[in-house]
Structures are given as C-alpha cells and as structure tokens.
C-alpha cells in the first residue's frame, strides 16, 4: 500500500517546530491546513506526527506522548507497540527526488511531501535553524528540499521573523558589515525584542492564571476524597 493510502495530505500543510519566535505566528484554527509537527511536540491541533529518531534513544516522558496521542506517528519503522506508528517511505522519496541527503526531521517532512502531488502550499513556523549544528548541517539540507519543493510550483510561505531562505546581506550589492554598523539595524531589532518579551511575558502570566485555576480543581476534588464538597 502507498503511503498516500496511508495518510492523507490536504492541499495546504503546516510545519511546526519548537521555537517560539514564530511559532506563535502559526495559524492552528485554520482547517484549511493537514497540521505536521516534530516527535511529541503539543498543541492543540495536529494531525501527524514525526519521530525519525531510533526507539532507542527516544526521550522517556516527552515520547510516552505519541501513544496516548492517537495521531499517526511517522518513524523509522512500524513498532508493535505503537500502533499508529508508519515506517517512513524511504524508498518511495529516494525514487522520487534521488536523494540521499537528510540531516534533520524537518529535511524528511519536506521529502515526504513531495511525494504528494495534490499539495500546493506548505508553511513553516517554529523552525529557524539557527543554532550552531542547525546552521551548519540542518539549515543547507532543509533549504534545499525547500527548493526542490518550490521548482514543483508548491508555495512556501516562511514567516519574516524566520531565519529560513534568508541572508544577511546581498552579495555584490551590500557589504557585508552595512548591517551591523547601521544604527537602525539595532533600533529595529529592538524594538522587535522588546516586543516579543512583552508577548511571552503575557503568555507566562495567562499560564500562571491557568495553573492556579488547576490548583484549585485539584484541592477541590481532594475535599471531594475526604468526604466534604466543593461549597464547603
């Protein structure tokens, strides 16, 4: 059976990572979207998991997520213990693209995708790959399968606060330093962090209201145990 049997694709597709500075940007209420996110990644809408990981080294705690989850989980292989588990199609994405360059999860989602001809857009949020190994090694290869995927006549849409297909200058027309010696490089830029540490202080302070709203629940049910009720 192919894995286009398997699991279905809607004709936008949605990528989502972990990183906060654009992930928060990720438009989750639209239905329009098949919703694929990395491992036990939790929000509050996804459709498809990836954890290309080998079992062995997979994360107690932050894994144990994929079997309560009853989403499809793409993997190295089927596992019997994981019944929602799919092996992922090497060989159909080595057919299609003859390639034999993954160095990121993110790299064999986009492989993945390309498998599926019905799909015309797919955005990325939460992935910037700017940490020393993502630059490096992960950034190249998922930029690449991005291209791949654009000279398909699928649309890539990556939010401005992402570092992905972007440089810091244009060779040959900029310098390279013009953009750290301009005053308002820095005057931008901080505006955007203070910006964006307004919004997840925000995002802290609406958790905290939500745990003690759980707090509550809990020394609730606890008077529940002991034989009073909640209006005591």
């Not at 059976?1 to 209420?29: E, F, H, R, W």
């Not at 060779?171 to 540490?197: H, I, P, S, V």
């Not at 802290?204 to 009073?228: M, T, V």
Request: proline share 3%; with cysteine; hydrophobic share 35%.
């Amino acid at each position: 059976m192919k894995i286009q049997d398997k699991i279905k694709l809607k004709k936008k597709v949605m990528i989502l990572g972990s990183s906060y500075n654009t992930l928060k940007d990720a438009p989750l209420d639209n239905e329009d979207y098949t919703v694929i996110a990395l491992s036990a990644f939790q929000t509050k809408r996804v459709d498809l998991y990836f954890e290309m990981h080998d079992k062995k080294v997979w994360r107690k705690g932050t894994n144990d997520y994929l079997y309560s989850c009853n989403k499809p989980v793409i993997c190295q292989k089927q596992y019997g213990d994981l019944p929602k588990s799919i092996e992922f199609p090497f060989v159909e994405c080595f057919d299609a693209i003859s390639l034999n360059y993954y160095t990121s999860s993110i790299a064999y989602i986009l492989a993945f995708i390309f498998l599926y001809n019905e799909v015309e857009e797919v955005s990325l949020y939460g992935i910037d790959l700017t940490d020393d190994e993502e630059y490096q090694n992960q950034r190249p290869c998922a930029e690449y399968l991005l291209g791949l995927l654009q000279g398909k006549g699928i649309k890539i849409v990556i939010p401005d606060k992402s570092a992905l297909l972007k440089s810091s200058f244009l060779y040959g027309y900029q310098q390279k330093q013009e953009q750290f010696l301009n005053l308002k490089y820095f005057e931008d830029r901080q505006r955007k962090l203070l910006q964006e540490r307004k919004e997840v202080q925000a995002y802290i302070k609406q958790l905290e209201g939500s745990i003690k709203e759980n707090e509550q629940h809990i020394a609730n049910y606890k008077k529940i145990e002991r034989g009073g009720s909640f209006l005591e």
